[in-house]
Structures are given as C-alpha cells and as structure tokens.
C-alpha cells in the first residue's frame, strides 16, 4: 500500500480512503467534493491528524501547498495520526456491528 510509504495524504476525503490514511497512521489534507465527504473529511481534522478540509470547489495550488507544508512539517500531525492507527488497530468493528444488530433483532 502506498499510503505507510509517504508524508501526508491529499484525498477526496471518501469514507474508506479517510479510514485507509488513518490505519496507515499518515496526516492528510482532505479535499471533500461531494455527497458524504465533507463529513468524513472533518473527522481526522477534528482529532488533529488532517488539516482544516479544503472544499474541491476552493482547491488551488496556492491553497494546497499552505495546507500541506504545515501537515508535513509539524509532528503534532503525524502523532495524531499514529494514535488514530493504534486505536483503529485494536478496534473490533465487526464484533461491535454484530452485537448491535443482535440487540435489533433479538
């Protein structure tokens, strides 16, 4: 996987490409374009391990260079994502799913 082998991440902020860069423990800079992404984008900016989601409808490459020079060049970033990996590594989403459907239908 690429994600592990770089400094940061510029996505469009999908849900399995946020959860992706934060299993990988990398910072990212979101670019949210549609439906769900805004959403999924606030999510690791809000613990600290993305910058601040830059709408696709604002991106330029001005813009896009002062979200990412700060990701890359402050540890406070790349530490937030390393806790959010460490956290998703140890966590048992589908056993959690399973016993909530449980309680539904049981």
Known sequence: MLFPRVA??????GAGTAAAGLRAGVPAV????????PFWASRPAAIGAAAAPIPFTSLSAEG??????????????????????RHLATEDG???????????TG
């Open 8 to 13: 940061a991440v510029v996505h469009h902020a």
């Open 30 to 37: 979101p670019v949210p374009v549609t439906a769900d992404q």
């Open 64 to 85: 896009l260079a002062d979200a990412l020079g700060p990701v890359v060049r402050r540890q406070t970033y790349a530490r937030a994502a390393s806790v959010a990996a």
């Open 94 to 104: 589908a056993g959690q799913a399973v016993k909530a459907l449980e309680r539904l």
